[in-house]
């Protein structure tokens, strides 16, 4: 076809429309900041619902790179992008590259658990993000700093999201069931552990999610207590000490903990502003990239010529963003077409 896309973001989203674009005989380039391409699920160990090993997906989009119309450019940012006679330029280093339309699938940054200070996230050694537990899981060491096993354990959920002090009033929409998941990990790995999920609520919403919550209860015995922990500190003895509250019984409590995991929620990436910005596409309230209509045209930006997919638009899970890509990649097809 003679047709040149420039995807930025090399990440699920994006090299998944870079297939289908590439089948449909497309010269694709991605360009990905990062030393490989894959994204974030590189750094993950199992995946919701089903167990699934994250290395099955990093398998099948570097199989989905091995294509003689696609071109991945790693460890290259975006310097300039620039719009004439209805193509863009994109300049990344000394290459400037040709594009008859541009795909921006520059995905998501995980919440800072750190401005969270009442949570003492890089203030005490035991309490990790969820992020850090998946390389736990992948190191196979699951110790405390001082190398003991921990044997009371509780997982926070919406860290980072639903919440008026960090400034992110949206749903994360994974991190409830990421937490199921790796209750259910830790106590495969730790029979003997208490394992507690503090939540304000559970948003199972998707095919399988109630399953796997019930499983948890049913079958792992992973205690699920309704209230926001308030406030964490760290005893003499190197143990977590927290004081929350049960609001279904409307009891307040404290407990002692070994570790805590802090299950932290996706925000709009760095990467994702400075390239809305370059495009002088329009942001939502949250920072994610607005849509032309969120119920018809998902994955058209705001900006004619450009398109969106993946979580630089909203939260997503593997298999909605995959779809989300699919999307993206026909609309992108169906401008070519009638360009």
């Known amino acids: 076809m003679n047709k040149n896309i420039v995807v930025i973001g090399g990440g699920i989203a994006g090299i998944e429309s870079s297939s289908i674009l590439a089948n449909l005989g497309y010269n694709v380039t991605i ?31 570097e ?27 994109v300049y990344s280093g000394n290459v400037r590259y040709t594009s008859d339309a541009l795909l921006v699938s520059t995905g998501f940054d995980l919440f800072d ?14 309490v990790i993000t969820s992020a850090d537990l998946e390389s736990k899981f992948n190191e196979n060491k699951l110790f405390t700093t001082s190398g003991k096993k921990p044997e009371k354990i509780a997982l926070i959920h ?18 409830c069931v990421t937490g199921v998941k790796q209750a259910i990990e830790l106590n495969k790995l730790l029979p003997e552990a208490q394992i507690y999920c503090f939540y304000m609520d559970l948003r199972m919403f998707d095919k399988h999610f109630e399953e ?11 205690q ?32 002692k903990l070994d570790m805590v995991v802090l299950l ?12 809305g910005k370059m495009c002088n596409l329009d942001f939502e309230n949250s920072g994610f990239l607005k849509s032309k209509d969120i119920h018809t045209q998902s994955n058209l930006s705001t900006e004619n010529g450009i398109f969106i997919a993946g979580t630089c638009f909203a939260p997503m899970g593997i298999k909605e963003t995959i779809e989300n890509a699919r999307s993206s990649a026909f609309e992108i097809h169906n401008y070519l077409q009638n360009k």
């Open 113 to 126: 658990a750190s401005r969270k200070e009442e949570y003492g996230y890089k203030i005490y050694d035991n």
């Open 63 to 89: 199989n989905k790179l091995k294509h003689d119309n696609i071109s991945i450019k790693i460890n290259s940012d975006v310097d300039k992008i620039e719009k004439q006679n209805g193509n863009w330029f």
């Open 212 to 222: 796997l919550y019930r499983t948890a209860q049913e079958k792992h015995n992973i």
């Open 158 to 175: 919406c860290v980072g999201s639903r919440d008026e002090k960090s400034g992110n009033h949206y749903c994360s929409k994974v991190c």
């Open 31 to 61: 360009i990905e900041k990062e030393k490989q391409a894959g994204g974030k699920i590189r750094n993950w160990n199992h995946l919701f619902p089903d167990m699934k090993p994250a290395k099955d997906i990093v398998q099948y989009v």
């Open 264 to 275: 932290v929620g996706m925000e709009a990436g760095i990467g994702t502003n400075k390239i």
């Open 224 to 255: 699920f207590i309704r209230g926001r922990v308030s406030e964490i500190s760290e005893t003499q003895d190197n143990q977590l000490y927290i004081k929350t509250e049960d609001t279904l019984s409307g009891r307040p409590f404290k407990m």
